[in-house]
């Protein structure tokens, strides 16, 4: 067995071990590798003769199969052969752009096996999105499902191009058929050295604000998702569920080197549209007992009645959207368990979080991750005090973080996060005396009004505990005395309509809860938010939207202001 796996499973079985989160911040150290390639060094080790189930798939049409991690081992051996005679050289790029299969699993394994880098992609991209992430990342070979073949129409320069899916009479020659990886050898010797400095996979930021641009990790990655293991609470055993879309960094997170760190068996769930009562139903079936989804799924869950169904829950956990007080009380109420928040990036592992045993602060993203230093910092780059706002900065000297990234593909901008020896995160939170954080909101996003500082994450929590408010979203505004002040964007729960009426109670409700100096001064319904592909809200479009109102002289639709409820309100007297 080489040094550097006898130190990564020293280092995983510690975190395994379940040591409590003082203990555990105490004696984590992140290990030196020099040569490790996490898919042949780590997970054929543990998959080789290794009969218990890796991975589970189902789909919303009945299907169902199933992979030990024998299968894995050796269905993946066939995909590092099967590319290495397509001619993939160490360092080039693969993209992926599939949905959920046991097959995405085999093919990232296959790829990190044959030296080829990852570069999953959304199925939701156009093909001029497609033609761009190849030619501008020069990605060299494409696996995609049959679905979205049509994608790549514009794109010429790939070496190779492989089909995953039910054969298709209309698939194009240029198509080579996934199928053909059944002629290959279940067994693989690497015809080069990979070292844990090599490029292992990269992904397409969001881009909420700017272009996409490309986050570059290393083969340190899956190894900095012990601390995302850790978080997560999976043992060997368990089987988890992570709800997130292929085409993200959170899926590799959650639904392939964390849980797999731990020998757990991962669930997956294919299906067009997400019915929060479906997967409820599939998570009981199959008795998922680790969960990890987003704020968003959680809101859509709890509108269900879950009381009807008897699940096997042993850890629930949240990341990729701050989570809201009432969320955290509702599911407690609902499923007797605390859901457990958790924050990192695209650029990162898992870098602070509630951790299990530790006590749950309302609104609080919880403390630093084991093998992290992290500190608000000002525009200075010096430490703030206990309580003082900051930019969330990552210590990267004397030891970086392993699982951070090690560049952005646009060198401007990495020397930007890059600087004073901290990797800048680019949100804003805080920090008590007790090391638990609070998130403000991304340093694009706070604005000021009437003097104050506003955090939209701020004002819309408490918005959220409306009975009637599905998602809410602030941005700035200005009001008819060319102030700046708070608009929130409201969705409503199924069963309660936008109208003047539910305008007021709204109102009330704002002027029962809130401070005046981040009261929203105007409301705007809508049926649905602008989000990226990745679900998360598009404030920029929202700020574009009510700016373009403004222009025309207009207002929206369903928009409503708070001097228009003078009476209602009583704002003669406030």
């Not at 589970?56 to 052969?81: C, L, T």
């Not at 093909?127 to 049959?146: C, E, M, Q, S, Y």
Request: glycine content about 6%; proline content about 6%.
């Amino acid at each position: 067995m080489k040094n550097e796996l006898i130190e990564f499973l020293k280092l995983r079985d510690f975190v395994l071990s379940g040591p409590d989160y003082t203990t555990c911040r105490q004696q984590f150290y992140w290990p030196r590798l020099v040569k490790f390639n996490w898919a042949l060094d780590y997970f054929d080790h543990i998959a080789r003769d290794n009969p218990n189930t890796a991975l589970i798939y189902a789909d919303e049409a009945g299907n169902e199969k199933r992979a030990s991690f024998e299968e894995m081992r050796q269905r993946s051996n066939q995909v590092a052969n099967f590319l290495i005679d397509l001619g993939l050289k160490k360092g080039d790029r693969v993209l992926v752009m599939m949905d959920h299969a046991v097959e995405l699993h085999q093919i990232f394994l296959g790829i990190m096996k044959a030296g080829g880098v990852i570069i999953p992609v959304s199925t939701l991209l156009s093909p001029d999105d497609v033609l761009d992430r190849v030619t501008g990342a020069g990605i060299k070979f494409a696996f995609a499902h049959r679905e979205y073949l049509d994608k790549f129409a514009k794109v010429t320069s790939l070496t190779a191009k492989i089909s995953v899916g039910t054969p298709s009479a209309s698939q194009p020659d240029s198509w080579i058929d996934f199928a053909t990886v059944s002629k290959f050898g279940t067994e693989f010797n690497p015809p080069f050295i990979t070292y844990s400095t090599d490029e292992l996979c990269s992904f397409f930021t969001s881009g909420t604000t700017a272009r996409p641009k490309l986050v570059v990790h290393t083969h340190n990655y899956p190894v900095g998702h012990l601390t995302t293991t850790y978080w997560i609470g999976c043992k060997k055993g368990d089987i988890h569920y992570n709800i997130s879309a292929p085409g993200w960094a959170k899926y590799t997170w959650s639904s392939f080197f964390a849980p797999w760190n731990a020998e757990a068996t991962i669930f997956v769930y294919r299906y067009k549209r997400f019915v929060a009562r479906d997967v409820l139903s599939m998570m009981e079936k199959y008795r998922v007992t680790t969960l990890c989804a987003p704020l968003s799924v959680w809101k859509l869950f709890l509108v269900e009645d879950l009381s009807s169904f008897r699940f096997s829950f042993r850890q629930l956990v949240s990341a990729g959207e701050p989570l809201n007080p009432e969320i955290l009380r509702q599911v407690k109420e609902k499923l007797g368990l605390d859901l457990r928040e958790g924050y990192g990036q695209t650029e990162s592992t898992l870098m602070i979080g509630n951790f299990i045993g530790e006590p749950i602060r309302e609104g609080s993203l919880g403390k630093v991750a084991p093998g992290y230093n992290i500190v608000p910092v000002n525009d200075l780059l010096e430490p703030v005090k206990p309580g003082e706002d900051g930019q969330l900065a990552v210590e990267i000297y004397p030891v970086k973080p392993l699982g951070l990234l090690f560049a952005l593909s646009d060198p401007a901008k990495n020397a930007e996060v890059f600087k004073g020896g901290y990797y800048l995160t680019g949100d804003t939170a805080t920090v008590d005396q007790d090391g638990y954080f609070q998130f403000i909101g991304r340093t694009d996003d706070v604005f000021k009004s009437l003097d104050y500082r506003i955090s939209p994450f701020e004002v819309e929590s408490e918005l959220m505990e409306h009975p009637a408010v599905l998602e809410v979203a602030v941005v700035p505004t200005i009001d008819e005395r060319q102030r700046i002040v708070p608009k929130a964007f409201i969705v409503l729960k199924p069963g309660f309509e936008p109208g003047r009426a539910m305008a007021v109670e709204i109102f009330r409700f704002i002027h029962e809860r809130m401070a005046p100096y981040k009261r929203p001064r105007t409301i705007e319904f809508m049926r649905e938010f602008p989000k990226t592909i990745s679900a998360k809200v598009m404030r920029k479009d929202l700020k574009a939207y009510d700016q373009e109102l403004k222009n025309k002289g207009i207002r929206g639709e369903f928009e409503f202001k708070e001097a228009e409820f003078a009476a209602e309100l009583d704002l003669s007297r406030k």
